[in-house]
DNA sequence: CAATAGTTTAGAATTATTATAATGTAGATT
DNA sequence: AATCTACATTATAATAATTCTAAACTATTG
């Protein structure tokens, strides 16, 4: 964990020019010790706190999805209403909390391997990827 | 498959009004042999082309969230952008055609048995669904 | 220091979904 | 069968998330 990652670089790397956005977007997202889950909405609230200056909405949904279409993000489908990325971009597991809609990492190890008997002729699998979905313990005795 | 199932039967033990409307989206979503997945949008165009008469966009919003509430569908969620229905109730696994964006059925007998390692504590395990995304073969040999 | 290609921005446009409120209807009551 | 009432449908408006647009701005190149 440098104090100040050079996300110059890493932009550039891309193809990405660096400009203060990005980079004030990539410390937000990057410049931690662990990984998370964030919506749009999240992001853009991240970014209006922890700086002074505000970026343009229409810039943070660029900036992610040219993010993600480069690898640097991933995005989780679990709720339809909304949009869920991950700074984990590995092939990962997640459980899913229905009480709080907070997302949880299960690495691939906390799995057994998935066999998959079934097969579609001419399709080769891209991802396997396993959701848990959760709830208070207490509530569960109807 | 009973020629003319007994809708309006099946809604009133739920409770529902056996409307004109409810009886005729049941026709398109359960008169057939097997289940299928759909999204708001194939639905109205499925009811406008078998059907003559038009039935207010609400009302299919309305009538498909009653139904996913009362446990005759079920919603699916893979792409963010899309809302996807499935009239198969069941717990069960999806391979995800990302060439097509087509949904097809992976039956829990075509997957060994999941073993979970890590649990959440206070948290109930309410189910386990997996997502298999598929692409053509071809296109992979980059 | 231009010139240029790529970027940000505010605001408009689009899309999916939900809310509203007036009208209609199924089923019960007379 | 006429009337009543709670629930449904409908057209339309409202909301929310996302994408588009086109003008202003900026990082890089020469
Ligand atoms: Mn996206
Ligand atoms: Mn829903
Ligand atoms: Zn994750
Ligand atoms: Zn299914």
Redesign the pocket.
Known sequence: MPKNCNFIEKL?EVG???????IKICEVLYNREKTFHF???DLVKMISEKMNE??????V???V?AFEKKGYLKEISID????YFDTNTSSHHHFFDEDTHELIDCDESDIDKINIKKNITGKKINSVEVLVRVASDNQTQK
Chains 1, 2 share one sequence.
């Open positions: 550039r990405l020019r660096p400009t203060k956005q990005r919506t749009i909405n505000k970026i343009s909405l229409a810039t949904y660029n900036t999805h339809s209403h909304k949009s």
